[in-house]
């Protein structure tokens, strides 16, 4: 079991918003604002997507954004298209175990 | 531009032991924490083990609860290892190693897959 869980999957139709959830505790997502979230593709190595909860690294869409409410941090994705379906993994920063992952949101476009 | 490229990764038998490897380029390596992480078939991503920056010869380890007292992560000037001892069925993923800026990932090697069974 990850220490942050995630939804196993979601899924929307083209154009719409989703929003995948990733709840932790209040050791790391609630007590730091170093939440990371990964974009992988089957066969390939994560792509970093958002950093410390909603800023996003240069080339990255603006139809992904981030954010947080206590311990669950939540990723957003806008205006759904075909190239994002893909797996989305959120990470945070812990006191106890450095670096921590939730199981990964399969993401399904309709 | 940053490259990360791993290798050493293979089939070995469970207890056996298997070392990979991380050519890092494009970024003054010495400078930048490094991780080490894994990611199981059909699973999620697992960090693994850090190293810090590289000053002076010297640097500082850590690792997760599952590999603690079986890893080892070392570095030199220009790459970074995984020693991986007293290897477990449930050791078989592909191995990622990346870079480390402030809690977060944005280089990631292609990963190379390590597979322990009998």
């Known amino acids: 079991q990850s220490p942050l869980t995630q939804p196993s999957s979601v899924s929307g139709s083209l154009g719409q918003s989703i929003t995948i959830s990733c709840t932790g505790t209040s050791g790391d997502i609630g007590a730091y604002n170093y939440v990371t979230w990964y974009q992988q593709y089957p066969g390939k190595a994560p792509k970093l997507i958002i950093y410390?909860?909603?800023n996003r690294p240069s080339g990255v869409s603006f139809r992904f954004s981030g954010s947080k409410s206590g311990n669950t941090a939540s990723l957003t994705i806008s205006g759904l298209r075909a190239e994002d379906e893909a797996d989305y993994h959120c990470s945070a920063h812990s006191s106890t175990r450095s670096v921590i992952f939730g199981g990964g949101t399969r993401v399904t476009v309709l | 531009e940053v490259q990360l490229v791993e290798s050493g990764g293979g089939l070995v038998q469970p207890g056996g032991s298997l070392r990979l490897s991380c050519a890092a380029s494009g970024f003054s390596f010495s400078d930048f924490y490094m991780d080490w992480f894994r990611q199981a078939p059909g699973k999620g991503l697992e960090w693994v083990g850090r190293?810090?920056?590289?000053?002076?010869?010297?640097?500082t380890t850590s690792y997760a609860a599952s590999v603690r007292g079986r890893f080892t992560v070392s570095r030199d000037d220009s790459k970074l290892y995984l020693q991986m001892n007293s290897l477990e069925v449930e050791d078989t993923a592909v191995y990622y190693c990346a870079q480390n800026y402030y809690y977060r990932s944005e280089y990631w090697g292609q990963g190379t897959l390590v597979t322990v069974s009998s």
């Open positions: 190293a810090t920056n590289y000053k002076g010869d010297t640097y």
């Open positions: 410390d909860v909603n």
